[in-house]
């Protein structure tokens, strides 16, 4: 099994700055994919980005040059650095992981953290 923990969420200003942390720990061997979803209020949840072992990354394309994730496979973390928020960013951000190269459909993810609460308003 892999437990993920994220951190880094809170109240920002529009046009502020947070960055979010996972870390993952437990059964970190069968890692590769890591990503973060995201679910606001009365919402679907959906993928914000993702990045492979290897470093390939992937972003909603609303997110593209607001969001930046990356990860350290020495430390089993992944971070998602948000630029430039807007309100409607806010919401719960989940970190996910996946054993395949790139993550599956959401129901097939196999290991998500309990999430984080970004809020963003002035």
């Known amino acids: 099994q892999v437990q993920l923990v994220e951190s880094g969420g809170g109240l920002v200003q529009p046009g502020g700055s947070l960055r979010l942390s996972c870390a993952a720990s437990?059964?970190?061997?069968?890692?590769?994919?890591m990503g973060w979803y995201r679910q606001a209020p009365g919402k679907q949840r959906e993928l914000v980005a993702v990045?492979?072992?290897?470093?390939?990354?992937d972003y909603a394309s609303s997110l593209k040059g607001r969001f930046t994730i990356s990860r350290d496979n020495a430390k089993n973390s992944v971070w998602l650095q948000m630029n430039s928020l807007k309100p409607e960013d806010t919401a719960v951000y989940y970190c996910?992981?996946?054993?395949?190269?790139?993550?599956?459909?959401?129901?097939?993810?196999?290991?998500w953290g309990q999430g984080t609460q970004v809020t963003v308003s002035s």
């Open positions: 437990g059964s970190i061997f069968s890692i590769n994919a």
């Open positions: 996910v992981a996946d054993n395949t190269r790139w993550l599956r459909t959401e129901r097939n993810i196999p290991y």
């Open positions: 990045i492979t072992k290897g470093g390939s990354t």
